[in-house]
């Protein structure tokens, strides 16, 4: 059965390696979801040793101009999959998920409970049906918060439970990129999922670093195996 206790760990990239980031995502035509989800998978390939890969994402489903303007909630997610292929390099690894990211925005406006019922998975109550992971891109305006007598700033609020087995909250301000990672603490340590961030920011290096020469199924380009029990 599954449970939902959850703890949290978090990274920053600096503004050196965003600005990179960035850089990348222009030369490769890419959003910035596209190249965090695309390295996300590289890092679970790693870690798992799997090659066929399904993460889910929240969507406004808000497609044409007419809804920007309405009120209610037509949030809807996304089961976004991507088959890594052997000996393949990051820059081709990119336009793979780019391809699978823009099919499955696509046809935002499916509900989700159709999409699995299509699908129609061997259901199992200790997981989701369709993915176990989950990539959360949060879009936050700098709306000033403060008055005469108060001080304010954001802060991460992180629920006591948790749906899937991790979700990567991405979040970027002042020019860094934030990574927030709330992960459920029945299944995996806290050493980790720190450890799977810090492979994270190493992957991200060696793509920012060789692009088209970074393979993306090679367990040596990762500079710390994660450990712990899980």
């Keep these: 059965v599954q449970t939902h206790a959850s703890e949290e760990c978090s990274l920053a990239l600096d503004q050196e390696l965003t600005r990179r980031l960035h850089q990348l995502c222009r030369d490769n035509e890419v959003t910035l979801f596209m190249a965090i989800l695309a390295l996300l998978k590289v890092v679970l390939h790693h870690a798992s040793g799997e090659r066929d890969m399904c993460i889910g994402t929240p969507v406004a489903n808000r497609p044409s101009e007419e809804l920007s303007n309405t009120f209610g909630c037509f949030i809807n ?3 976004i999959r991507s088959r890594m292929p ?3 390099s990051f820059s081709q690894w990119l336009q793979i998920v780019r391809r699978g990211a823009l099919g499955a925005f696509a046809h935002q406006e499916i509900p989700f409970d159709k999409v699995v019922a ?3 998975p061997v259901r199992n109550r200790g997981h989701h049906p369709l993915f176990q992971v989950m990539v959360n891109m949060l879009h936050w305006e700098s709306v000033p918060l403060a008055s005469p007598r108060l001080q304010v700033q954001r802060e991460w609020l992180v629920s006591p439970q948790t749906k ?3 979700t990567l909250y991405v979040r970027q301000h002042d020019a860094v990129i934030d990574l927030h990672l709330v992960y459920n603490s029945t299944l995996f340590d806290a050493a980790r999922m720190e450890n799977l961030l810090q ?3 190493a992957t991200l290096q060696h793509c920012l670093d060789a692009p088209a ?3 993306v199924d090679s367990p040596a380009t990762i500079a710390s195996p994660a450990s ?3």
């Design 77 to 79: 997610t996304l089961a």
């Design 86 to 88: 052997v000996d393949c």
């Design 118 to 120: 299509s699908v129609c």
């Design 164 to 166: 899937f087995d991790m």
């Design 199 to 201: 492979d994270f920011h």
């Design 213 to 215: 020469g970074f393979r």
């Design 228 to 230: 712990g029990e899980g």
